[in-house]
């Protein structure tokens, strides 16, 4: 068990003990460890903890979609003499609300004072993926594996020596078959990829050893009348169609992970990979691959992560990171029409429900932590692409939310006494 003193001292600001370590050995980074079959992170200074983070904590905040104008930017710019008096602030504050990491798409100017973070290195994204309209990235282009190795080399190499570094996440909210931006699975959409691209070729070989270079079995499994695998018609729905690319969305995944794994820790063999933040319940084929990672991580908009948090854990037993979870209220003046996660009618719900999903994440052996979205609220106009919900710790003026940081900051204070609990059972 942890003890009082360990717990305070896992929330304490890293500054604190990295000072006090100095002159500890230079393996001792942030990792991972099972203790008592209780998963937790383990800090630079050997004290079990929980990562309690917050998301896109950030000086401009959001932009309204398509207008130049930042209006959180615009109000902090007034309350503040500087960038860094508004970086103080906004860290002192997090502090104060339990919270111990700085978590994806938070200014980087944060990073070096003091307080553990975590960086997202978009990996898909450079190598030709587009998360918004879910095109995913050939993973078998050369350009994949030179723009893993090339972000690493650039992002990586340099923080290798950083002890407040948590981790790095690869990429976010990739798509790997149906989903809300379309119906295609990852075969199909192989399959749709222009004749001389190295993932089409791959799907076409890869039915090829499947059916033994014989076509007419492949089409009695899909109930199709393909002449030649290079003409198949990746349309089916049949059992035979969708145990194939369920295959083959295996390959992919475990193509995409041991890719970006080894690009992270060739260039920096220090930190922990953090996985690829997926978005709701990936297929079970992709958290398979998934375990590559030092931890999956994943984003739960829901009351209760429990479910799916278990879910996860059977298929890839590896610690677990929630990286997104949130709650809007619907007495906050802003629209909540477009964005993820439960509506509820005001503050004390909210409260609750963040109190509630804490309680039930941390009273699960494999969840090291968890990270809001986000900081600040999103404008009502909409940002980039039409959200517009109440997120925020605070509003759009920079003013918390005097109820819910409350809740939050009694909610993270006794998260790391409930996830200890699970050790003395």
């Known amino acids: 068990m942890l003890g009082r003193h360990a717990i305070f001292r896992s929330l304490f600001p890293l500054a604190l003990f990295l000072a006090l370590t100095a002159s500890a050995p230079a393996q001792n980074y942030f990792r991972v460890e099972r203790r008592n079959g209780i998963w937790w992170f383990i800090a630079p200074n050997g004290a079990p903890t929980l990562s309690i983070g917050v998301d896109t904590i950030r000086f401009a905040g959001d932009q309204i979609d398509g207008s130049g104008l930042y209006p959180y930017l615009r109000n902090v710019e007034k309350l503040y003499p500087s960038r860094a ?8 504050r997090l502090r104060n609300w339990g919270f111990n990491t700085i978590g994806a798409w938070s200014d980087s100017d944060l990073w070096n004072r003091g307080t553990p973070y975590t960086v997202i290195l978009d990996i898909a994204a450079h190598a030709g993926a587009d998360w918004q309209h879910g095109v995913p990235p050939d993973v078998y282009s050369p350009r994949f594996e030179l723009a893993a190795r090339e972000i690493a080399q650039r992002q990586c190499l340099p923080r290798a020596g950083d002890a407040a570094l948590v981790g790095y996440f690869s990429d976010n909210e990739l798509r790997w078959g149906p989903d ?25 070989e890869f039915l090829r050893r499947r059916y033994a270079n014989d076509i007419r079995s492949l089409n009695r499994e899909w109930k199709t009348a393909a002449t030649d695998f290079e003409r198949v018609d990746a349309v089916a729905n049949t059992p035979g169609y969708l145990l194939d690319s369920d295959d083959f969305l295996f ?33 079970d084929p992709v958290l398979r691959a998934a375990a590559v990672a030092d931890v999956v991580s994943i984003n739960v908009y829901a009351f209760n992560p429990r479910p799916l948090v278990e879910h996860v854990y059977t298929i890839a037993p590896k610690p677990i990171l929630v990286t997104e979870f949130a709650f809007r209220s619907e007495d906050s ?6 964005g993820a996660g439960p509506k509820v009618p005001d503050q004390a719900a909210r409260a609750k429900a963040y109190r509630n999903y804490v309680i039930w994440l941390e009273g699960l052996p494999e969840a090291v932590g968890y990270h809001w979205f986000e900081y600040e609220d999103e404008p009502k106009e909409g940002r980039f692409d039409g959200e517009n919900s109440n997120y925020g710790l605070v509003d759009i003026a920079d003013k ?22 699970l050790g003395s059972r």
Not at 85 to 92: E, K, Q, S
């Open 85 to 92: 008096a508004w970086g103080d602030t906004a860290l002192r």
């Open 180 to 204: 809300w931006r379309g119906p295609q699975t990852m075969l199909a959409m192989y399959l749709s990829l222009p004749a001389d691209a190295p993932g089409r070729r791959q799907a076409v």
């Open 251 to 283: 390959d992919i995944a475990n193509r995409y992970f041991q890719v970006c794994a080894a690009a992270i820790h060739r260039a920096d063999p220090h930190h922990l990979y953090l996985g690829a933040r997926f978005a709701g319940r990936p297929p």
């Open 333 to 338: 003046g802003l629209p909540n029409s477009r």
């Open 400 to 421: 918390p939310y005097p109820e819910f940081v409350e809740a939050v900051r009694s909610a993270n204070r006794a998260a790391l006494e409930t996830h200890e609990k």
